[in-house]
């Protein structure tokens, strides 16, 4: 069956450092991959889309790379910020064109000042 | 704010019980997406519309219905309430690309808090 991993353990990190999260996919071929940051209680705001045939993705502070062979993402926030700290989700669109996605569990980032 | 708005933020009911959950779409969005998410679950997806009409169901329990109304407003409606389905339950629209169709980017209301005691 599809399964998309994130770590469920907290990511804990010092200010100012690169944070980098992983999505892990098995039994899925994405044709987009997205990544949400979820803080308590609120819903989820989209960051970053990245497709298939793309290798990197960046925003301001954010990159994200995706790589089918390894059926995996990275999600880099660089001189990261206590104001970072929340629950960072991944989902992943099948290809298709549906526009259903498929949410991983999240891992958390605490930014230490 | 993401422009979507769901009422109302908090609902505690009893076992058994209905509820209906109302959520608006952003302005210029056709489609409204329901979730559901639960300590146990994660964010799972519940059904889709889009203008009005159902374009896909994901793993909504039979005890739960949806309609989009003309006006584009949504709602999400609960019978049977079981305890299970205390959870945060969010609506989300989809951007409109220039060329009329959706886009992938969603945008999630602040959510409804369901407890059934």
């Known amino acids: 069956s599809q399964k998309i991993e994130q770590n469920s353990e907290a990511l804990n990190i010092q200010e100012g450092k690169t944070a980098t999260l992983t999505c892990n996919y098995t039994n899925y071929s994405p044709a987009y991959l997205q990544w949400y940051r979820q803080d308590p209680g609120r819903g989820p705001v989209f960051l970053l889309l990245i497709r298939e045939n793309e290798k990197e993705k960046r925003k301001e502070r954010l990159k994200v790379t995706f790589d089918t062979t390894l059926k995996q993402s990275l999600f880099h926030i660089t001189a990261s910020q206590p104001a970072d700290s929340a629950t960072y989700l991944c989902?992943?669109?099948?290809?298709?064109?549906?526009?259903?996605?498929?949410f991983g569990r999240g891992t958390s980032l605490i930014v230490h000042p | 704010d993401s422009g979507v708005t769901q009422t109302p933020k908090h609902l505690i009911t009893a076992t058994g019980q209905r509820v209906t959950l109302r959520c608006s779409p952003r302005s210029g969005d056709l489609s409204v997406y329901w979730y559901q998410q639960s300590l146990d679950q994660g964010l799972q997806f519940l059904i889709h519309y889009y203008n009005g009409e159902e374009r896909a169901k994901g793993n909504i329990l039979e005890r739960f219905s949806a309609q989009q109304f003309p006006d584009l407003h949504s709602e999400l409606n609960l019978s049977s309430l079981e305890l299970g389905d205390s959870a945060l339950y969010f609506c989300?629209?989809?951007?409109?690309?220039?060329?009329?169709?959706?886009?992938?980017?969603?945008?999630f209301g602040p959510g409804t808090r369901l407890t059934v005691t």
């Open positions: 989300a629209s989809s951007a409109q690309s220039s060329t009329g169709t959706e886009t992938y980017e969603q945008y």
């Open positions: 989902a992943l669109y099948p290809s298709g064109g549906s526009y259903i996605p498929t």
